[in-house]
């Protein structure tokens, strides 16, 4: 009674998302320290030992893990990341599908292909970024129903002139576009939304990765948040193009514990 278990990680002069860090600890409680250091007994968390000596071996284990999920989740590249987390030891192809995209292909250890990005400009389909682009281009050339362009302009008081300002500008015009993603969520159901969706993420396939000679025999996996809230019409587009998906999550850091394990 009266004593406390703290795991604290001094990041702040080197790590900014305090949501990846959160992920970070959490993961660590729950695999690490949750019935090996802690227990719940009733409504209490208690000690499995009354001397930190018989867990010293788990402690190392918590410093080891924690340490090498930094530096997969900050020191690392974002895709290496993401395709040990996905993947895992086993070969396939992994993406990234947020505000941004990428892709590589992924040998059990590191990643030995890719095709450029491109940037929201050049490339990068089916990411936050150029959903939103799709979006609004059509809003403004009115190419799209008139349901759907009523209910955009009332909810974000679009103007022509607004528009061009915030995406000529100002700064991450890529960020602003990817806003609009909220509002093809609430309106998935809709079929311009829906086609929308599905067309985006096949031109995703098409042009990314469709491009590796060995697409036909590989898993591919998605992180990001645009890949994972719109996991029906990702897989729907995946299907149509012959591609194998498999896992697809918010954030890679629980398949990195697995990995590192």
């Given at each position: 009674d009266g004593s406390y278990f703290g795991l604290t990680l001094r990041l702040d002069a080197y790590c900014k998302d305090v949501a990846k860090v959160y992920r970070i600890l959490d993961t660590i409680y729950n695999v690490y320290i949750l019935g090996k250091i802690l227990k719940m007994d009733k409504s209490k968390l208690k000690?499995?030992?009354?001397?930190?000596?018989?867990?010293?071996?788990?402690?190392?284990?918590?410093?080891?893990?924690?340490?090498?999920?930094?530096?997969?989740a900050f020191v690392a590249s974002d895709m290496l990341g993401a395709a040990r987390g996905l993947l895992g030891k086993e070969r396939g192809i992994a993406c990234i599908l947020g505000t941004g995209a990428n892709s590589g292909v992924y040998d059990g250890e590191k990643l030995v292909k890719g095709v450029y990005a491109g940037g929201y400009i050049l490339g990068d389909e089916g990411s936050g970024g150029v959903l939103g682009k799709l979006l609004i281009s059509d809003w403004v050339k009115k190419q799209m129903p008139q349901d759907i362009y009523d209910a955009l302009t009332e909810e974000y008081g679009l103007t022509y002139l607004g528009i061009v300002d915030r995406v000529y500008k100002q700064a991450f015009p890529n960020r602003?576009?990817?806003?609009?993603?909220?509002?093809?969520?609430?309106?998935?159901?809709?079929?311009?939304?829906?086609?929308?969706?599905?067309?985006?993420?096949k031109a995703f396939f098409e042009r990314n990765i469709k491009q590796y000679d060995e697409w036909k025999a590989l898993e591919v996996g998605f992180v990001g948040s645009i890949a994972f809230y719109f996991n029906a019409e990702l897989r729907e587009a995946a299907a149509m193009c012959g591609v194998k998906l498999g896992k697809v999550m918010q954030n890679p850091i629980e398949g990195l514990v697995e990995y590192h394990r």
């Open positions: 000690y499995v030992t009354p001397d930190f000596s018989g867990v010293s071996t788990q402690l190392q284990l918590v410093e080891t893990a924690t340490m090498q999920l930094i530096q997969n602003w576009l990817a806003q609009f993603t909220k509002f093809m969520s609430a309106h998935r159901e809709h079929p311009y939304i829906h086609n929308l969706l599905v067309e985006a993420f």
